[in-house]
């Protein structure tokens, strides 16, 4: 399944901020400050208005939990949810190009707050996956110690993994244990 190239982003994006969040122990707040905000934003190459006060921060964090309920939705919770960020943003699509990214959809007004934006780009792109009928795309880190959401973009649906350290620490474990029950490698 190939997505459109703005879809694809704001989905990893609406991971990644998910991610940010303290999900088990041990974890540590991922935007704890102003200053880790923006460098999320800059990672993520967010455009548009900023606050950079405590109070974008609040609402970018209050966003998290709303987002993490998608990779726990059925078809039906997941539309609503998906109506919901769209309807209290009052979107509205419109063609944009700015940047290196070609056309796409804005549905917010560039002075729009943040966390706004984010929870109606998010909306956008989970919309993208209900349609095409994709929603085990969005899965949770098989590791085992670890919760962190990702998007399977795998043409095969292969992905496992949050990130390639917990792919390469479960099969370093694997190793281990085949090592220790007297198997060959």
């Known amino acids: 399944m190939h997505f459109t190239h703005d879809t694809e982003i704001a989905l990893q994006g609406a991971a990644g901020l998910v ?23 800059r990672a993520w190459r967010w455009s548009g208005r900023r606050a950079r006060d405590r109070a974008e921060l609040a609402e970018v964090r209050d966003l998290r939990p ?6 726990e939705l059925d078809e039906e919770g997941f539309a609503a949810q ?3 960020l769209l309807a209290e943003a009052g979107a509205l699509p419109r063609l944009v190009n ?20 984010m929870a109606v780009e998010a909306a956008m792109a989970f919309a993208d996956v209900l349609r ?9 880190c098989e590791a085992e110690d670890c919760e962190d959401v990702h998007v399977d973009l795998s043409r095969n649906r292969s992905r496992r993994f949050c990130s390639t350290t917990c792919g390469n620490r479960m099969a370093a474990a694997a190793y281990r244990e085949r090592q220790a029950a007297g198997g060959e490698d």
């Open 19 to 41: 991610n940010t969040s303290v999900r088990r122990p041990g974890d540590v707040e991922e935007l704890a400050t102003v200053d880790d905000l923006d460098a999320f934003v």
């Open 82 to 84: 998906c109506n919901t």
């Open 66 to 71: 709303r987002l993490a309920a998608f990779w």
């Open 98 to 117: 700015h940047d290196d990214f070609g056309w796409h959809l804005h549905a917010t007004p560039d002075d729009a707050p943040l966390a706004t934006r």
């Open 132 to 140: 095409a009928g994709e929603l085990r795309r969005l899965r949770t």
